[in-house]
């Protein structure tokens, strides 16, 4: 249904200096800050609308709009405004800004509070006063990583993951969690299913942690695939749209996307044997991908309305996998993810070459997870740990050393993905240092 918006305060700007802040609605939606004649990144179609954006939630032409937190440094010396969601874990209204005869008019489709922040550090130190008045616990320290997924993507083996373990004494890189990323299930849903590629879950558990190190490993526990075995034996585990169909969570990999309801007890159940069995197989370290699905709109066997929904399937991988496993969110939604996580990614994905087109934001590359892990860096310690995405220092990566520095600059997770015995001098060096303890702060 159209959104409706409420007035909700208007600010004298000086259209010159005057900056603005929008926070995205998840990992992967662009967040940052823009000067009032910048055009704000938006999706360039309706599959990155659902994949990268907020669905049902478009921002008109020449407007900024924050899904939940909204900042404004009204360039005037005056002190930095701020507008939030008054429950952000659970309602994230869209807070939109227009200018019209040198004022600032803010509007909101839900309930918000504002707070006024004086002081230097400009938009970011008001967003970092906020999320320091939620009184979250600080996240414990984050492990080091080598993750597969950069360098082998969907294609990885189990032999890659056993070379790179064992490339990782030869070369003498403090790697913490050795992850398993995409690639070792059979579909998406059918988790406990493997590819080809892929001899024995445990027994790759059991040979990590034989060279003292940690086993990590990738899922999108929201995500199902129309093929998957999960998806053909049981339909009535999915969400729906109005029309009894099932919802439709975007398309990636070459076919459709489909959201599993952890709301049906025995879809819930099946979720909960997923990460009994991950973490009985000795897997300690989770990355939760695409847990945008989980917070789609649509109809749920419990009637439960989206983020109450998402909630309670993070509440049931944590209960599954125990307070002492690490866990990771990534493409999940910001706001509604406050108390759930160790460690969050704040940007799209990155990639071994630079995209520079302003306009395709969305496709993944370095320049779009720099703008965006910049303007979430008031995040790290406070909400969670930040993921800025993967190291990458092969040759072999275009502009390797500015993402190296960008990496290094944010003080969260370290996580290396490369074909490890490709690195050169520089490349080892550089992974070494960035994993080594203190890297991350």
Not at 72 to 83: C, F, K, N, T, Y
Not at 162 to 190: F, K
Not at 319 to 341: K, T
Not at 382 to 399: G, H, I, K, Q, Y
Request: proline fraction near 8%; aromatic fraction near 8%; hydrophobic fraction near 40%.
């Amino acid at each position: 249904m159209p959104q409706s918006f409420t007035p909700v305060a208007s600010v004298p700007v000086d259209p010159r200096t005057a900056r603005v802040h929008e926070e995205g609605w998840q990992s992967w939606s662009p967040s940052g800050s823009y000067a009032l004649d910048d055009t704000p990144y938006r999706p360039t179609n309706t599959n990155w609308a659902t994949v990268c954006y907020r669905p049902g939630h478009a921002v008109p032409p020449a407007a900024f709009q924050g899904e939940g937190l909204l900042a404004l440094d009204p360039g005037d010396g005056s002190p930095v405004r701020l507008w939030a969601a008054a429950d952000p874990r659970h309602q994230v209204p869209s807070i939109r800004l227009t200018v019209r005869d040198g004022r600032a008019e803010i509007t909101a489709d839900g309930p918000v509070t504002e707070s006024a922040h004086p002081g230097p550090d400009g938009v970011q130190g008001a967003l970092a006063a906020w999320a320091d008045g939620l009184g979250l616990a600080a996240p414990r320290p984050a492990p080091t990583v080598w993750c597969s997924w950069y360098e082998y993507f969907t294609a990885v083996t189990e032999d890659d993951i056993h070379e790179n373990l064992r490339a990782m004494d030869t070369l003498d890189l403090p790697v913490d969690v050795v992850q398993i990323d995409d690639g070792y299930q059979s579909a998406l849903g059918d988790w406990l299913t493997l590819s080809g590629r892929f001899r024995s879950r445990a027994a790759l558990a059991d040979a990590i942690r034989a060279r003292g190190r940690r086993a990590g490993i990738w899922t999108a526990p929201f995500l199902v695939a129309p093929d998957s075995e999960l998806a053909r034996r049981h339909p009535d585990w999915l969400v729906r749209d109005l029309d009894g169909a099932p919802l439709h969570a975007g398309h990636n990999w070459d076919h459709d996307l489909y959201t599993l309801d952890i709301t049906h007890p025995e879809a819930g159940a099946c979720l909960t044997e997923v990460f009994t069995t991950l973490r009985a197989e000795g897997y300690d370290y989770f990355k939760t991908d695409f847990l945008y699905a989980g917070a789609l709109d649509g109809v749920r066997h419990s009637g439960a309305d989206a983020l109450t929904a998402y909630r309670a399937g993070v509440d049931l991988i944590r209960a599954a996998i125990g307070a002492d496993a690490y866990l990771l969110g990534c493409g999940a939604p910001v706001l509604p993810s406050l108390g759930l996580f160790d460690a969050m990614r704040v940007s799209p994905d990155t990639a071994p070459h630079r995209r520079p087109e302003a306009d395709d934001y969305s496709q993944p590359g370095q320049d779009a997870a720099e703008f965006t892990g910049t303007g979430r860096q008031w995040q790290h310690g406070r909400l969670w740990t930040n993921d800025p995405d993967c190291l990458m220092a092969r040759p072999t990566v275009e502009t390797r050393e500015r993402w190296a520095a960008h990496v290094e600059s944010t003080g969260g997770l370290m996580a290396s993905s490369d074909r490890l015995l490709s690195l050169d001098t520089w490349g080892v060096a550089t992974t070494r240092r960035l994993l080594s303890p203190g890297a991350s702060a």
